[in-house]
């Protein structure tokens, strides 16, 4: 299994640009997440998903939005990005639904550079 | 939401001591607590992790406690290594809120 996968490992883009940051799991995890890595704010969740087609908010969900069309995939999307959110993202994934928590797996990150 | 707190934000220690990192949430309703380990570069993974119907849980060199009542747990290592310098987090609630991290850096 390759875990959890996650592209691209670097981006620079111009503020106003969009891009889609990819995750994929290869171990049938039913919940899935993006969190925003920060320095000395910690691992912030910005959106999750307790399955396909279903999704909502974290803690930071402005200017991102998500959807879950399949198991395996959960794309981040920067409509319009913003110097703001210039930061490591990590996307996870765990067995069962958060509501009976399970270790969480987390992907390698993507650094995000927004000039 | 579940708020985390989490101290020291960094820590020292030389090698062979302890460490111990600790951390409160808010949620009374919590019920699984679990520790992560980042390295340099690298996604955080579970070093352990403990739930609310348990105090204590040991795992060779790591250890957690939970204490429920004043709703806190904290993360011991014993015999500390250089390779255990990293960035340790916390965690607790629904979704996963993480304290904001703890540098540990072991020293020869």
């Known amino acids: 299994n390759a875990g959890v996968t996650q592209t691209p490992k670097f981006q620079v883009l111009k503020t106003g640009q969009s891009m889609t940051l990819q995750c994929a799991q290869d171990m049938n995890h039913e919940y899935m997440s993006w969190y925003r890595q920060d320095p000395g704010m910690g691992l912030r969740l910005i959106h999750y998903s307790v399955g396909a087609g279903i999704t909502d908010q974290g803690e930071v969900p402005n200017g991102y939005n998500v959807s879950r069309s399949t198991t395996e995939d959960f794309p981040l999307r920067l409509l319009s990005a913003a110097p703001s959110q210039t930061s490591v993202y990590f996307c996870?994934?765990?067995?069962?639904?958060?509501?009976?928590?399970?270790?969480?797996?987390f992907g390698p990150g993507t650094r995000l550079l927004v000039l | 939401g579940e708020n985390v707190e989490q101290h020291p934000s960094t820590l020292s220690v030389q090698e062979g001591d302890s460490a111990v990192i600790k951390c409160t949430y808010s949620d009374s309703a919590s019920n699984y607590f679990p520790w992560y380990k980042q390295e340099l570069g690298k996604g955080p993974q579970l070093i352990i992790d403990i739930r609310s119907n348990v105090g204590e849980k040991k795992d060779q060199r790591i250890a957690v406690t939970l204490n429920k009542t004043a709703k806190h747990f904290s993360l011991h290592i014993t015999e500390t290594q250089p390779e255990d310098s990293a960035v340790y987090f916390c965690a607790s609630g629904g979704a996963l809120n993480f304290g904001k991290g703890t540098s540990l850096l072991v020293t020869p």
């Open positions: 996870a994934s765990s067995y069962r639904s958060f509501a009976v928590q399970e270790t969480q797996y």
